[in-house]
């Protein structure tokens, strides 16, 4: 198949989400206008009014980039196919830290700016503050969720929590959001007495509420309805890896393709209230779906205890990386844990298209190879399975020069890569010391938080 | 990993830079820009010049031809009366030279407008037409810290309320309730003339 014929998604590291990156620049500039016609221009330099101004800008930047930051994980159809879930999610995160530090500053400055203007303690004004100013309570309220949300989600706390007490701290969102709202409009001096600010400002704050209302409650669950998608098999793939099979109708419908993945909620006691993803490990064939699951947190633990006939919830498919990036005719998949699902029947589909796909497989021991049977039926695949710990080794067999001799053609082949995400970051940096360009690499993450 | 680990922080870092400019350049573009606004005939009355009431003669004619006696003026016919607008800038109690019976000042309370802080009430002294001096009858004082925002926002509101001659002026920063409070009473003071 020849190369260029493929071409019909930009390529990872080019343009993806440019337009939404100018829309989201746009609407800061809109901010600030909306700041600039309502300060008097005879607003003076002192340090107390300085200081105010400053922290109500920051203020009104972290209620816009708010907004932006629940828009992104909104599952909005446009975002989803021009950014990429994936990308959404890493943009979300990065946002999310700058929006905490932002509501952080926001806070101190303002607080600042009293103590300037009256000689207070920064306690007796903080007090003051909260107590003279109306909806400054809630306010309060929603401002610690924020700032909880945005310390379980920093690296460090977020490695030892489980997902689960992530997701539904993180649920308290929607909540802040909306009690930190009131006091924007009661408060703000650039809404008090501008009506025009409060109505944009309210038409943003209706909209992102619109939009999650639409796409994250009522369109999925009339997908559900539709699907009506239940656990009809599990299978033990190895002492680490199960296969979860479900049965559903006009699954043809989603529109699945290999390599991606969808948010699964199992409607059973302890799994109801949180969404996992999992990849697809075989794409719809006469109403039955597969997933692959390895046992990461507890939560993929507990899908081995799930009962047949147990009904599903499926919101999807997502993902960006499926064969069609393909430019090359040589491939190259770098596989690691449950990430061998999605690089399988992204193989498998490869193989169909006539290129030349080479599929490493890194595990912790053999006995932690998954779908062996099913990769050895594809018949072109050149399968290389790595297993062993590094410190068992003794080396990395994804470092650069290790590479190389698995794949002594790799900077001619195009890579895809699933996996954790250290594992994944491993290889990209192998990749590039060997001088892969970037636009042949393909990367998407496990994890979702 | 490390590569992106710190992208929020420089973004908020960024965006720390970018606000701090924009204050910046508002402060240090404020003169220009209201000669912008101020040579747009309609937006006269929303430009607020610091001290230097050059945007008065648009409003004064009309207010002068009231006070004299005469039916009232329409805002669409100033340019009979630039002299007297011109006249009148130097801000000074007596100088209606179009119009010799308004030189006596006249004083008018506004209503008393309450905040969540105390009471609000202006006294506007006029001569002629033209508004020389907004003083506060009551303002908010229930507390020290608000005695205090009172005593920065107010010469803010008065100047800027004697250089558009009306009560469209600016919400002063921290004191944006007792700005509210101020509008209103100066308003329903020119209302009563």
Not at chain 1, 109 to 114: K, M
Not at chain 2, 57 to 82: E, K, Q
Not at chain 2, 172 to 177: H, R
Request: glycine residues 8%; contains cysteine.
């Amino acid at each position: 198949m020849a190369a260029e014929s493929i071409r019909d998604l930009p390529p990872r590291g080019g343009p993806r989400g440019v337009t939404l990156r100018i829309a989201l620049v746009g609407g800061g500039l809109v901010v600030l206008t909306m700041w600039w016609t309502n300060t008097p221009a005879s607003f003076s330099a002192t340090p107390a009014e300085l200081t105010t101004t400053v922290g109500e800008l920051c203020g009104l930047m972290a209620g816009y980039l708010i907004c932006a930051l629940v828009l992104l994980v909104a599952r909005v159809p446009w975002f989803q196919r021009s950014v990429g879930m994936d990308k959404l999610i890493l943009w979300h995160r990065t946002l999310g830290t700058t929006v905490v530090l932002l509501i952080a500053t926001h806070v101190v400055f303002i607080v600042l700016g009293g103590m300037l203007l009256d000689h207070a303690t920064p306690w007796n004004e903080l007090i003051f503050t909260l107590t003279r100013y109306p909806d400054m309570l809630t306010a309060l309220i929603g401002t610690i969720a924020i700032l909880v949300v945005g310390f379980t989600s920093a690296r460090l706390i977020r490695q030892r929590i489980s997902y689960e007490i992530w997701y539904v701290i993180h649920l308290t969102t929607y909540a802040a959001v909306y009690l930190t709202f009131l006091h924007q409009l009661s408060d703000g001096a650039h809404f008090v007495d501008n009506p025009i600010n409060r109505f944009v400002w309210i038409i943003l704050y209706l909209g992102t509420g619109a939009s999650v209302i639409c796409w994250r409650i009522v369109l999925p669950s009339a997908g559900a309805w539709r699907h009506r998608l239940r656990v009809e098999d599990l299978t033990t793939e190895n002492s680490g890896t199960t296969s979860v099979w479900f049965r559903g109708d006009h699954l043809d419908e989603l529109g699945i393709r290999a390599g991606q993945f969808m948010l699964f909620r199992f409607v059973s006691w302890g799994h109801l209230l949180t969404a996992h993803p999992y990849s697809i490990s075989r794409v719809p064939v006469d109403g039955r779906l597969r997933i692959t699951v390895g046992a990461l947190g507890d939560h993929s633990g507990a899908v081995r205890s799930l009962k047949r006939g147990t009904l599903v919830f499926a919101e999807g498919p997502f993902g960006s990386v499926t064969a069609d990036r393909a430019t090359r005719a040589r491939i190259l998949l770098i596989a690691g844990g449950a990430g061998i699902g999605p690089l399988r029947t992204i193989a498998e589909e490869l193989v169909d298209r006539g290129h030349d796909v080479t599929l490493i497989y890194r595990a912790r021991s053999l006995s932690h190879l998954a779908l062996i049977e099913e990769l050895a039926a594809i018949g072109e695949l050149v399968f290389l399975p790595v297993t062993g710990r590094r410190d068992e080794l003794g080396y990395d067999p994804l470092a650069p020069d290790n590479l190389s001799l698995l794949v002594p053609d790799v900077r001619d082949r195009e890579v895809f890569i699933c996996g954790p995400s250290a594992m994944a970051f491993t290889a990209e940096t192998s990749l590039r010391a060997l001088r892969v360009p970037r636009r042949f690499i393909h990367r998407e993450e496990l994890s979702i938080s | 990993m490390s590569s992106r680990s710190w992208r929020g922080t420089i973004l908020f870092a960024g965006i720390l830079i970018v606000l701090g400019l924009t204050v910046g350049l508002r402060l240090y573009t404020g003169g220009q820009l209201d000669l912008l606004t101020a040579s747009a005939p309609d937006s006269a009355a929303h430009a607020t010049p610091p001290a230097h009431s050059s945007s008065s003669p648009v409003p004064a004619p009309t207010r002068a031809a009231n006070t004299s006696g005469a039916p009232p003026v329409s805002a669409g016919s100033p340019p009979t009366a630039t002299s007297t607008g011109s006249a009148n800038t130097s801000g000074a109690p007596s100088a209606g030279a179009g119009s010799p019976p308004a030189a006596t000042p006249t004083r008018l309370d506004g209503d008393i407008e309450q905040t969540p802080f105390g009471n609000v009430q202006v006294q506007v002294t006029f001569a002629g037409s033209t508004m020389t001096k907004v003083a506060e009858i009551q303002s908010p004082h229930d507390e020290n810290r608000s005695e205090e925002i009172n005593s920065l926002a107010e010469p803010v509101l008065e100047r800027e309320a004697l250089s558009s001659q009306s009560a469209t002026i600016d919400t002063v920063s921290g004191a944006t309730y007792t700005s509210e409070g101020y509008k209103r009473s100066l308003q329903s003071a020119l209302d009563k003339r």
